[in-house]
């Protein structure tokens, strides 16, 4: 980067073009892959949803394929990512570190200081995610 970035950082833009760079940013950290099941995203999802106070800052926010989007919904994300079949733990972790990342701004979101030992393995009838978020 050159010293145009300070002033790019102040320049004032449309609302439209910052919202985009935001959303860019987050995609590009993921590789345009949805967080939870892989393929191909083209949609943000709020990991604790609008309807549980969840803010829309860059790191409640992952991208996520329209299908994984429309069937999450409302629901908190553990109980409905570890019922569905491409439940993945190293994808778990990487949404564990993204929402950390904002959790230590954000303390209320006392559910995201799950530590990874304590996430679940094995059986999913068998899994009772900490969560807060009902
Ligand atoms: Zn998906």
Redesign the pocket.
């Known amino acids: 980067m050159t010293m145009d970035h300070a002033i790019q950082d102040a320049e004032l833009i449309p609302k439209r073009a910052s919202k985009q760079r935001f959303r860019h940013s987050i995609f590009e950290a993921w590789g345009h892959n949805?967080a939870?099941?892989g393929?191909y995203?083209d949609t943000l999802d709020h990991v604790v949803p609008r309807l549980h106070g969840g803010l829309t800052v860059k790191y409640n926010l992952v991208p996520?394929?329209k299908?994984?989007n429309g069937n999450k919904g409302h629901q908190p994300l553990w109980a409905w990512w570890m019922a569905q079949k491409y439940w993945n733990i190293p994808r778990a972790l990487r949404v564990l570190h993204w929402i950390r990342r904002q959790a230590s701004q954000n303390a209320e979101h006392s559910w995201a200081h799950l530590p990874p030992e304590r996430l679940p393995s094995g059986n999913p009838s068998e899994q009772v995610p900490a969560t807060n978020c009902q």
Request: aromatic share 12%; glycine share 0%.
């Open positions: 949805c939870y099941c393929n995203a996520a394929c299908r994984c």
